[in-house]
């Protein structure tokens, strides 16, 4: 399927929920390699051990099978490829383009500020950097060295960033990166290097979080003799207060929408939109996206997250399903509060409730005005509503109903019209009774619908009853 040198990839860290930034920026490079018919890579960036999870892990897998994002390669997992990232850095120090340094973590701190009291930028001194003619220091005995990169001291490292533009960094500007700790372990920039490189990236879209760290990459790449990839930094997505988008706005756990009762087409849609445009458009489909995407219309600033706009997205999509979509997006959750389906005429239910519903959750808990055992109105709406006039409205209505050969929600329409000029009243003087004698709320959708799906026998009963 795959036919194009085009490979994108996503590399979460697994420190945390699949939060919507993440799952934007990988539906960003998931498009762009579907658009080219390239490969989309999933990486897990799981070396950090102490902040990894395998719930987050999890988190990320179900996130993305959620989104239907799928991975043409992968799911790798960096910690895996340890052995790897070892290999390279011994390479690296074979040809001279690291090396050991022995200073301590005070050490370095000290050059630092010793650095800015001279007005210079706080960096490394590269006391441990060999350099033709120099004499390095006695190596500390039972000292372990941290591994260092050569970072270019002349010259600057520069691209042409996706949505940025040039952007140039001067060498001089950068410190001697560490690329492996006091026990020998890669640390975080280099693992993304030497992932990149040996998983053919061509194109690293990612939030722009990370800018800082692509000078850093690319002299690395370079150093290598590895072709660089092309570089997108995407940036934030803000909270409709104009802050970084965060908990304090509500769910961000890509899993936390599926809760609430969004459908992925929905998500995908307005994730997109968030950042990336097409004209106009505000609705479009999976395809239309892949075949619409392009860099070049990816945003250059921060998106806001707008939560009307996502309701009103999804409430498209919801009204869009059929019949049998809606139901197995639904059912599940009517019977996790418990209520009963059979019985019933499920598919008229929810096309009751379905054009105005935001949420799969609004929409069950709806529906559950017929799913939920009955209960009788609150005394004090019987007393106000269900007087002795009402009840005597109500039986004559009930006894012209017993006569209807066709329950319909049409005949039962019309039967409440009859009901009303025969009386000389207004709706709402048959219409509450009705609707508290027969489902106990006060308001229900159209009256006459209603009564069609709770059926002739019960109708007549619970009318019955009141009376
Ligand atoms: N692992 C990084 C993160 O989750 C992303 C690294 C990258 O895209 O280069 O923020």
């Known amino acids: 399927m795959t036919s194009s040198s085009v490979r994108t990839r996503f590399a979460p860290s697994p420190t945390g929920y699949l939060h919507l930034g993440g799952a934007r920026t990988a539906l960003f490079s998931w498009a762009f390699a579907r658009h080219h018919q390239g490969t989309f890579v999933l990486r897990i960036e799981d070396t950090d051990l102490e ?11 179900d996130g993305m099978q959620w ?35 022995y200073s301590t973590p005070e050490e370095v701190e000290q050059m630092r500020e010793s650095a800015k009291a001279k007005g210079l930028k706080p960096k490394y001194d590269g006391t441990w950097r060999p350099e033709p003619g120099k004499t390095l220091p006695p190596v500390p005995e039972g000292r372990k060295p941290v591994v260092r990169f050569k970072n270019p001291t002349e010259g600057a490292v520069s691209w042409d960033d996706m949505l940025k533009g040039t952007i140039t960094i001067e060498n001089a500007e ?28 061509s194109h690293v879209i990612r939030g722009d979080d990370h800018i800082n760290n692509t000078p850093r990459q690319i002299n690395i790449l370079k150093a290598l003799g590895a072709p660089l990839p092309e570089y997108g930094h995407v940036p934030m997505i803000l909270g409709p207060d104009g802050q970084k988008l965060s908990k304090r706005h509500g769910a961000v756990s890509i899993m936390d929408y599926e809760k609430q009762g969004y459908l992925p087409e929905a998500m995908i849609n307005y994730l997109a939109r968030l950042g990336w445009s097409h004209g106009d458009d505000e609705i479009f489909s999976r395809e239309q996206l892949v075949e619409w995407f392009d860099t070049r219309n990816l945003s250059k600033s921060a998106a806001q997250w707008d939560p009307k706009k996502l309701n009103w997205v999804n409430a498209h999509y919801i009204k869009a399903l059929s019949d049998s ?3 197995d997006h639904v059912l599940p959750r009517i019977h996790a509060r418990g209520g009963h389906t059979q019985d019933l005429d499920m598919p008229a239910v929810l096309n009751l409730f379905k054009d105005r519903a935001e949420t799969l959750e609004q929409l069950a808990e709806n529906a559950m005005l017929f799913c939920a055992p009955f209960q009788p109105a609150a005394e004090e709406l019987q007393t106000q509503f269900l007087t002795e006039d009402a009840k005597r409205i109500l039986a004559g209505f009930a006894q012209n109903a017993s006569k209807l050969e066709a329950w319909t929600s049409e005949a039962l329409d019309e039967l409440i019209k009859q009901t009303l000029s025969e009386h000389g009243i207004k709706m709402p003087m048959l219409g509450i009774p009705l609707r508290l004698a027969v489902t106990g709320q006060k308001q229900t959708p159209s009256i006459g619908a209603v009564l069609a799906i709770i059926g002739k026998t019960t109708v007549l009963e619970r009318l019955q009853n009141a009376i």
């Open 67 to 101: 989104l239907s994002l799928e991975a043409d390669e992968g799911p790798f997992y960096q910690m895996q490829r340890a052995g790897r990232h070892k290999e390279v850095i011994a390479k690296m120090l074979a040809e001279g383009t690291a090396y050991y340094c």
């Open 325 to 327: 979509e809606l139901l």
């Open 51 to 61: 902040r990894s999870t395998p719930e987050a892990v999890q988190a990320i897998l």
């Open 174 to 201: 950068l410190d001697d990166l560490i690329i492996a700790r006091p026990d020998g372990t890669p640390t975080y920039n280099f693992c993304v290097v030497v992932d990149d490189w040996d998983m053919q990236i």
